[in-house]
């Protein structure tokens, strides 16, 4: 059966800024707000069993705006090391860049919410991500890409 482990998670880099404190949590603004999203993998080693480790890495980027100001901006990289057991190895790739930062994301999203709500405001909750079509647009983006630069799954 394929296998997919959760060896670890963890916070490789988290900011928080809100540069113009206390004026932007002044009234009941709408922001606007912009979510960048993008995940990478690098292979670790071989685990037992013939499996192979992964580090999986979600980077979510955001920036709320008001009235021509900045709100808040915010940088979370949130990464897992995955043990990867009796994929296909044509299916290997998929599984790192779909189903691991699918297992990642909630985890993501709380230390997401909860800078936001430290950082004076309502609690950013982030929409479920499509993981499937952020990997289409990879492979798309590697298939127009020169020969020369192969798609992996780092």
């Given at each position: 059966m394929p296998h997919i482990g959760v060896l670890a998670q963890y916070v490789k880099d988290l900011s928080f800024e809100n540069p113009n404190a206390p004026r932007s949590m002044a009234g009941a603004q709408q922001p606007t707000i912009n979510i960048q999203v993008n995940v990478d993998a690098v292979p670790m080693n071989a685990g037992p069993g013939g499996g192979t480790d992964f580090e999986v890495t979600l980077r979510l980027e955001g920036k709320a705006e008001a009235q021509g100001m900045m709100l808040f901006n915010f940088e979370l990289v949130f990464a897992g090391v995955?043990?990867?057991?009796?994929?296909?190895?044509?299916?290997?790739?998929?599984?790192?860049l779909i189903e691991c930062p699918r297992l990642l994301f909630p985890f993501a999203r709380e230390i997401i919410a909860t800078s936001v709500r430290n950082g004076?405001?309502?609690?950013?909750?982030?929409?479920?991500i499509d993981f499937?079509?952020?990997?289409r647009q990879r492979?798309?983006?590697?298939?127009?890409?020169?020969p020369s630069q192969p798609l992996?799954?780092?």
């Open positions: 995955f043990r990867i057991q009796n994929v296909p190895p044509e299916s290997t790739q998929a599984v790192i004076g405001f309502a609690p950013l909750l982030l929409d479920p499937v079509a952020l990997y492979l798309a983006a590697a298939q127009a890409a020169p992996n799954p780092g």
